[in-house]
């Protein structure tokens, strides 16, 4: 892969706060054309690490480059016309309607004033990919939690940039809209941008990546196709509980199954503890 095609990339680095490493020697890349999938139990610092790429913290060590620039030296607003980031809370309950949710996607462009126009199309052209058109006039803290989800998700398209930054865009969804939301990422490195979305579930990643990466303890496991990566060993380990990995009866990638505690591997059945 050239090195013009990679639009993001952290090499080697580091977080501590109050002397405790909440990430260490993470190096990833995110290239043109990728959806690239994190994974990982609660604390491992799959936040800590879309913060830092997003620019929200500062790294110790190692060095993060935005289409091909070091970020550190890139101006928030520049980053903004680049990146877009879901972050994992968003603290809004100011009641906004949804339309100007949308719309605040559109401020890193508001110094063209002559398109004011254009960006109320964008917005609302957002809001449909997320089924929340219906709903533009409402203010926002009326909307069902999986239904405000969906707005930030369209305030994040809203800004047309070739890179999303992800942090658990489908844990409030219902299903059919898991899988949209995982499309339209599809559909943004298919255009040739590229996403990193962190998500809790592996099959989820393992329909739609094109590679994964397992976090654990602060640390990058793995990283690579699902296949090379989603084994039942390493999920195992990282998530402390029995996990087959089966081959999808429908489509080429990876089932992941988890087992209820008290039972066992073995091979492609499983043995319930008796006690
Ligand atoms: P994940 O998103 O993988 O669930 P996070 O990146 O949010 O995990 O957090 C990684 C670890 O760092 C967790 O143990 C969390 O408690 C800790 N952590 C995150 N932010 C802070 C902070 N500001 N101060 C202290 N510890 C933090
Ligand atoms: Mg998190």
Redesign the pocket.
Known sequence: MSLLMELLVAQDIGYH??G?W?LREVSLSLSAGEVVALV??????????LSLLAGDLTPCNGIIQLCGKPLHQMSALAQAQRRAVLR?QVALTLPFTVLEVALMGRAPYLHRRAECEEDRIIAQEALARTETALFADRPLPTLSGGEQARVHMARVLAQTTPILLL?EPTAALDLRHQHRVLRLTRQLADQGGAALI?LHDVNLAALYADRVGV?HQ?CLRAIGKPWDVLRADLLSDVYGVSIIVQPHPQVAAPLVLSLPEGTERSGYTYVVEVR
């Open positions: 706060i109050d405790r909440l990982g139990p609660n604390g491992a610092g799959k936040s800590t690490l994992q942090d962190v976090m602060g």
